[in-house]
């Protein structure tokens, strides 16, 4: 009777895979699983090669992943539960309410990008919404080592902007932190992944002395080192002292976030954020889903038709993790408790300085 009943699934689960494999053709001779999702390759093609410079994973890679984060995560039930509007999540509302939102005080710097990104929002038929969050998965596609994202098509129009104080600042404490993201639906062990991001990211302006300054030492690949070096002990600040949300960082050229130092040390998320220093495939798979997650934040998944296929496909890493030159375990401030940091070799040669992130 099981056998029969799982025989039966299997047969089944061969026809809805054979269905799947029917692809639609494109105009341009490109394929994909829905015909609704042609829509997307010519737009594809603009982003590539005039938002990100014919597929680097540069700055504007950088601050549209970013964006991804402070367009989604304004979306608070709690708020909703007050009788108050909280938000429409990945609606587009940062590009659509630009004037309200972009000077919220989370969101320095992200003018940039939103002016950046608008001019492609008009020219093409999709919505801001789904403009936003398709252009952070292609950006993500151009940095060695990361997972392919999901993508999914059909976002409506922000009605209204996003409510203030939504979005977490760099100097909030990681109770903060973890209280925000529960509200907008995140567990701590997804927030240690969404914070892979900062594998291939730069600071402009928690120390406005120096732009473009990267959170690990390889910021235009998306490898673990970010949870390698925000979990050596902080010795420097690489500009100025005193800024706010910053933290003391091991390296010339590399800025640690507070809220970064903090939470790799921290009893709830120690053990999680160490567990990607040497675990690639752990990395990749957790971001992939966090990511797909906070994508569809606010939205109505049942309206939205997955264009997951039309990502590209992003190049392995070819680097091994490792300790940069001149560091060693002893380096490590040891977090969590329950499982010893992992054994690393370190680069050869003295110890260097992190060069910043060009501006593009
Ligand atoms: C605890 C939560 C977070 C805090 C406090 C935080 C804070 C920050 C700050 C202060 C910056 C530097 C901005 C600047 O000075 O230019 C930054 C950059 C960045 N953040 Fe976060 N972030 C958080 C979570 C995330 C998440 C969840 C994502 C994406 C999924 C993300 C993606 C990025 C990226 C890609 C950059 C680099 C932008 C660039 O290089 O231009 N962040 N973040
Ligand atoms: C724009 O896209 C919508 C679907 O999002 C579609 O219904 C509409 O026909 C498109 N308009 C043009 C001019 O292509
Ligand atoms: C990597 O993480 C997975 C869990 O996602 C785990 O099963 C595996 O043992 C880990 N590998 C290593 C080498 O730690």
Do not use: Y
Not at 116 to 144: E, L, T, W, Y
Not at 182 to 208: K, Q
């Amino acid at each position: 009777m099981a056998f029969k009943l799982l025989a039966s699934l299997l047969a089944l689960a061969a026809l809805s895979n054979a269905a799947l494999i029917k692809k639609a053709t494109c105009a341009d001779g490109r394929t994909t699983a829905n015909a609704a999702c042609c829509v997307l390759f010519p737009i594809l093609d603009d982003i590539q090669e005039n938002l990100f410079d014919g597929g680097e994973c540069g700055e504007e890679v950088h601050e549209s992943l970013r964006l991804t984060f402070h367009d989604a995560i304004g979306f608070s039930p709690a708020l909703f539960k007050q009788g108050k509007f909280g938000g429409g999540g990945a609606d587009g509302s940062i590009i659509t309410f630009d004037t309200i939102e972009t000077p919220f005080h989370a969101n320095g710097g992200i003018d940039e990008i939103v002016d950046a990104q608008k001019p492609f929002v008009a020219k093409h038929n999709i919505s801001a919404g789904d403009f936003i969050q398709f252009a952070g998965a292609i950006g993500v596609s151009n940095c060695p080592g990361a997972p392919r994202l999901e993508f999914r098509l059909g976002r409506p129009d922000a009605k209204q902007p996003s409510p203030d104080l939504l979005v977490p600042e760099p100097f909030d404490d990681v109770t903060k932190i973890l209280n925000r993201f529960a509200d907008a639906g995140f567990s701590s062990d997804e927030v240690v992944a969404l914070l892979a991001s900062h594998t291939i990211a730069a600071a402009d302006h928690v120390d406005e002395t120096i732009p473009g300054t990267p959170f690990d030492s390889t910021p235009n690949v998306f490898d673990s080192q970010f949870f390698i070096e925000t979990q050596l002990k902080g010795t420097l600040f690489p500009g100025t002292a005193g800024n706010q949300g910053e933290a003391l960082s091991p390296l010339h050229g590399e800025i640690r976030l507070q809220s970064d130092g903090d939470l790799a040390r921290d009893s709830r998320t120690a053990c999680e954020w160490q567990s990607f220093v040497n675990n690639q495939s752990k990395l990749q798979r957790a971001f992939k889903a966090a990511m797909a997650k906070l994508a569809v934040t606010g939205q109505d998944t049942r309206k939205l038709i997955d264009c997951s296929d039309v990502i590209p496909v992003p190049k392995a890493l070819t680097g091994k993790a490792h300790f940069p030159a001149g560091f060693s375990k002893a380096d490590v401030d040891q977090a969590c408790a329950a499982t010893p940091f992992p054994t690393l070799p370190t680069d050869p040669g003295p110890v260097t300085s992190v060069p910043p992130v060009p501006p593009s």
